[in-house]
């Protein structure tokens, strides 16, 4: 039986709790750590692509294909020494990943090679590639984004994501009444979206500068201002891909938010916007 909205809602809200301590954990510990993380993602978000976002087929082919997925998603970011195509290409990747990823979906059919080999190239572009460039980014100690360093930028983006979410929830809550997209994501509200966004512009153009000493014009104060429009768009895609599949959660790892793509998906697409940004020299 599904868990009531009140109920998913308190473990959703102790989860992004939780989350928060163990980012702040991560951080802490260095660079090892959001290393890991970050092959952990990769890992868990290629395992559920391949097992959940599935046509019909055998389920024990697919408990294999999975693991194999998983275990080179995790791989890749965990021992792949750098981009050999550049972050340029390898941040614009993202959504043509995703839009593969999306037409597999929307026109399923039986397995064979072309379409396994489809979904191999979408997974690289959708869900490693991106955590490969943030990899670099905040295993690096070279000064970013009007003065940040590497693990500053691992937790400017972590707190980022979680004021957008924490926003979006807070005022969608108590005055949202506009759906943000009533058939990919009824829950989601324009209210609520906003809410998360302006959180998002405040922490770019005054939280940050006065916790990290930046100059918030140099970078950060305008990354901020596409930040929110990304990361709710990264929500978005995963959901319609979630939609497409007839499922609800990518998985069932972290309570209240569902899998590890339901919780890192708009991480995914800031990686990107992050790669991109700092390779135009912004």
Known sequence: MMASRPARSKARTWSALGIGVAILGIWWAGHWAMHALLALVAGGACWEIYLRLRWPGS???????????????????????????????????????????????????????????????????????????????????????????????????????????????????????????????????????????????LAGWILYPLIFGIDPTMGWGWFSLLAGPVGIAGDLMESALKRNAGIKDSGSWIPGHGGWLDRFDSLLALAALLGLWVSLGR
């Open 59 to 201: 389920l024990g082919a697919w408990l294999s294909g999975a693991g194999i997925a998983g275990l080179a998603g995790l791989g890749i970011v965990a021992l792949f020494p750098t981009m050999p195509c550049g972050w340029v290409w390898a941040s614009m990747a993202f959504v043509p990943g995703w839009w593969v990823l999306h037409a597999l979906l929307m026109h399923q059919g039986p397995r064979h090679w072309g379409r396994e080999l489809a979904l191999a190239i979408a997974l690289l572009f959708y869900a490693v590639f991106p955590l490969v460039i943030f990899r670099d980014l905040v295993t690096q100690g070279t000064s970013l984004l009007g003065g940040m360093e590497g693990s500053e930028i691992f937790m400017a983006t972590f707190g980022l994501l979680w004021l957008l979410d924490s926003g979006a929830l807070l005022v969608g809550k108590r005055w949202g009444r506009h759906p943000l997209h009533s058939r990919i994501s009824p829950s989601k509200t324009l209210e609520g979206s906003l809410g998360g966004w302006a959180l998002c512009i």
